[in-house]
């Protein structure tokens, strides 16, 4: 019998509505929480075959605030990402979970707000430049070489309160793609090909000639 998650993800129909159709004889596997706004996103974005910094940062989320229910959403989680061929926990590895509590952006939410106003209203100097020297901070500490997209932009959502996270996704990645734009990012990220020949970006530490 399909849990609800799996039958949201093969039908494509949000899981609050799917659960009204059991009184009708619908017949599911229960969950042992609730499917919120966050979970059903990041159902969403895997239903989608994307293994996106959402996914990672809400996943992250259920890792660290430690309930019998964050145990049971991220177990929902693997096993969908696992039938989609990803590794939650491998890829939480390849971004260093363990070190995004302590490499937060403060004050993010405002910082962000102020990066992403409208094209037409100017972009908003100072708080690019605030993102960016936190990046470069990021990269210049990381113990990798270099970095990839989720890498920061998951740190940049795991900054914001926990119940406005889902509504922040697009926000963060416009605000990558400005810091790039308006050169914030020069010598710092380069456009490469992931293993599927997709464009990607690539963050990583300045080679400066002494």
């Known amino acids: 019998m399909p849990s609800l998650s799996f039958l949201s993800i093969d039908s494509g129909i949000p ?7 059991v009184r009708y004889g619908l017949e599911i596997d ?3 929480f609730e499917i919120d706004a966050q979970h059903q996103k ?5 239903r989608n075959r994307r293994l996106s910094a959402y996914v990672l940062a809400y996943a992250y989320r259920c890792k660290i605030e430690e309930s019998y229910e964050n145990y049971a959403r991220l177990d929902d989680l ?3 990402a696992n039938a989609r061929g990803f590794g939650i926990s491998s890829e939480l590895s390849v971004i260093a979970w363990r070190w995004v ?3 937060k952006l403060p004050g993010a939410k405002k910082w962000i707000e102020r990066a992403t106003v409208p094209g037409k209203a100017g972009h908003d ?18 113990q990798f070489d270099r970095v990839s997209y989720n890498y920061i932009a998951v740190r940049l959502l795991a900054s914001l309160p926990p119940d406005e996270m ?3 996704p697009k926000k963060v990645r416009t605000t990558i793609n400005r810091l790039k734009f308006y050169g914030h990012l020069d010598g710092w990220c380069r456009p490469e090909k992931d293993d599927a020949g997709k464009p990607c970006d690539v963050f990583f530490r300045p080679k400066f000639d002494l």
């Open 125 to 142: 100097a100072p708080a690019l430049e605030r993102i960016a020297g936190w990046c470069k901070t990021l990269i210049a500490g990381a």
């Open 15 to 21: 899981a609050n509505r799917l659960k009204r159709l």
């Open 42 to 46: 990041a159902i969403n974005d895997l």
């Open 78 to 80: 693997t096993e969908i």
């Open 166 to 168: 889902v509504d922040y």
């Open 101 to 103: 509590e302590n490499e």
């Open 30 to 32: 229960d969950l042992d």
